[in-house]
C-alpha cells in the first residue's frame, strides 16, 4: 500500500518501513541477507518494520519485498513494470566520506507543467530523477560522484493545515467540509491518506526505498504555529476538534516517521513499541493504544522524547524536537523542557571532527528578526506594561515570532554551550560546529563572530522549501522586515524591553536564495563543503535540469 521506504541504516543493519493491505508476515530479501516481520495494526490500517543485519559496511545490496498474508509469499517489491533501478539497502561505512541531503517544506502536489508553474519543482523528485539515471547531486565536492549516504527530513514532511484538492476530495467524501475543521485533517485516518498522497508517487516512492531516510516533525505536520505560546494552546484546547487532530498527529507520526528514526536496539527499548508488540502477539489493533500515548505526550512532553542522535563515525548528528517538547509557561518559556535540555548538553561535546545540530527551525535568523523575537517575547510577558501583552502575542501568532529567538531562557544557555564546543571547552575543539536547520522558506549560511583564536567554526545552514515557495510579493516582504527594517532597529527595541544582548553576534555570510532547493553536506574527516541545489524545467515534465545554487567550504 506504501513504502517500502529504507529508514534507519547503520554500518551491518537495514531498516525497512511499509504498510500493507493485509495483516501478515512481510520478508526483506537480498541475494545474501533476509529479514522479516508480523505486521500490526493501527486503526485498520497494517504496517511492518523489518530489520535486515549481517550487511557488510558500505554495500549496496538490492532488495526485493515479499508478503505472505497466508496463502503463501507474494512478491510485493519491486513491480514488474517499473522503470527505475533495482531498490537496495545501502550501509553506512563510517571510514568514508559522507554526504548529507537535507530540506524541509514540502508540498505533495502534482507534477505537471501548471503546477510547477506555481510551486516550482519538487527538488526531491529532481534528485531522484538524477540519481535513477545515474547521476548524483554534486560531482565537485570531496565524495565526487557517491550517492547520499542519508535524507535528513526537518519538518513539514506532510501540510496537515493545507490540503491539496485530492486532499480535499478525500475530506469530503467521509465528513461534511462546512463543518470545523473544515478542510484540514481530523483525525489518523485523514493522516494515513495524506502520508499516502505524499509518498507514492512513483518517482518519490522509489527514492524513499533506496536512500536511507531520517525524519523530525515541524509545525505544518499539525498545524501552523504548532506550540507557539500558551495562549496559542488554549485556543486550540477550546475547539471541538483539536483533541482528535493532535492525537491523530503525533500517533501517526510515531507510526510513519518516528519509529524509522531508530536504530533497531532503540526501538526495542521503547515503551511504546514495546507495548505495541505485546499487544500485536494477540491479534489486537493498536489504535486506541497509541491515540492513549499520543494524548499523553502532548499534555506531558516529558513523558516522550521525539529527539535523537547518532554518531556518523567522527561525526555526531543530534536531531532535535523544537516543537512537541515546549515549556509555555509565561514565567519560564523555553523551546526545550529542562530533561530535553540535559539531554542535548550531555551530547553537545568536542572529540567529533563535526557536531551537527539538526532542528526544524533557525537557531540563528537573520540578527535583527532575531531582536524582534526577543522583543516580542519580552513584551507579551509584560515588559511594556499589562496594556501591551495582548498587542504582543496578536503579533507573535501573526507573524510567525515563534523561533529560538523568541525562547531566550533555552537560546542563551545553549549559544554559550555552542560557543564553549566550538572553542575546545568540552573535549577536542571540532571543526565546525553547525546548526541544519529549514522552515523559513528561504536559504542562507549564517557565521558566528567567535574570538579569533576559536579552533572551530560555528555556523548555521538553513535550506527550505524543498517545494513550496513564497510567493514574490512575500518574499519582498520577508527580505524587507528581515534583512532591512529589523536589522536597523531590532537591537534597539530589544534593549528597550530589557531583553539580554546575545553572548555573541553573527552576521549572513551567504544567502537568502529564495528557490526550490536541497542541501547537500559533504564530509570527509575535518574537510566540509555544502552546497544548494534547485531544479529547472526540462523539454517534458520528467527531464529537469539540476542546478547549484551556491557552494561553499566550510572546513
Known sequence: MLGPLLRHVGETSAT???????????????????????????????????????????????????????????????????????????????????????????ESLPHDHTTNGRYGIDTLRALALRLAAGGAPETTGPTGDAWPSMLLFLGDQVYADETSEPMRDYIASRRDITQEPGEELADYQEYAHLYRLAWTEPTIRWVLSTLPSSMIFDDHDVRDDWNTSAAWREQMNSRSWWHDRIVGGLASYWVYQ???????????????????????????DVGELLDAFAARADDDPTSYRWSYSRDLGSTRLVVIDSRAGRVLDPDKRSMLDEGELGWLEDLMTGDFDHLLLATSLPFLLPMGLHHMEAWNEAVTAGAWGDRHRGWGERARQRFDLEHWGAFQQSFQRLSRLSAEVAAGQHGAAPATVCWLAGDVHHSYLAEAHLPPDTPARLLQLVCSPIRNPLPRPMRFVLATLA?????????????????????WTWSIENGPWFDNVLATLDIDGRHATVAWHTAQQGPTDDTLRWRTVHRTRLS
Do not use: M
Request: proline share 8%; charged share 15%; net charge negative.
Open 483 to 503: 534583512y532591512g527594517v529589523a536589522s536597523a532597529w531590532g537591537a534597539t527595541v530589544a534593549q528597550s524591553a530589557k531583553v539580554p544582548a546575545p553572548p
Open 16 to 106: 525497512v518501513w511499509l504498510e500493507t493491505g493485509r495483516t501478515g508476515r512481510v520478508v526483506i530479501r537480498t541475494a545474501t541477507h533476509a529479514g522479516e516481520a508480523e505486521t500490526f495494526t493501527v486503526h485498520g490500517h497494517h504496517y511492518a518494520l523489518v530489520d535486515v543485519t549481517g550487511l557488510p559496511a558500505g554495500s549496496v545490496e538490492p532488495y526485493e519485498v515479499w508478503v505472505d498474508h497466508g496463502e503463501g509469499e507474494q512478491l510485493a517489491w519491486p513491480s514488474p513494470s517499473s522503470v527505475f533501478p533495482p531498490s537496495a539497502l545501502r550501509t553506512l561505512d563510517l571510514s568514508s566520506p559522507l554526504r548529507l541531503v537535507f530540506g524541509t517544506c514540502r
Open 258 to 284: 518516528h519509529l524509522g528514526n531508530l536504530a533497531p536496539d532503540e526501538r526495542d527499548a521503547d515503551e511504546v513499541w514495546q507495548a505495541v508488540q505485546q499487544a500485536r502477539t494477540g491479534g489486537a
